[in-house]
Nanobody, 124 residues
């Protein structure tokens, strides 16, 4: 079992650069890939970014490329999502997820473990 706890959300101004954190526990951190998904009001959950077990592979959805950065800290058992140049379109509940696959997957259905989510609201 893996437990995931997100933090770092809130109400932010457009153009700001908050960082989300996802603290993981329950299994060795390097045995699963980490990802961020988001779900806006009335929308389906969508893939945002993922990082492989070793950190050697990273993938982003097109709408956040060049603005968001996913990283992971093995000493702190924590994954991060650095978000830059936010717009109101980035408003959503952001979820952290973990999967034991060696390859990066972008489908929410492939992920075994989920955090409770953290709301990010971007005001214009």
């Amino acid at each position: 079992q893996v437990q995931l706890v997100e933090s770092g959300g809130g109400l932010v101004q457009a153009g700001s650069s908050p960082r989300l954190s996802c603290a993981a526990s329950g299994r060795t951190f390097g045995t699963y890939a980490m990802a961020w998904f988001r779900q806006g009001a009335g929308k389906e959950r969508e893939f945002v970014a993922a990082i492989s077990r070793t950190g050697g592979s990273i993938e982003y959805t097109d709408s956040v490329k060049g603005r968001f950065t996913i990283t992971r800290d093995y000493a702190k058992n924590t994954a991060y999502l650095q978000m830059n140049s936010l717009t109101p379109e980035d408003t959503a509940v952001y979820y952290c997820a973990a999967d034991s696959s060696w390859a990066i997957v972008t489908s929410a259905g492939e992920y075994d473990y989920w955090g409770q989510g953290t709301q990010v609201t971007v005001s214009s």
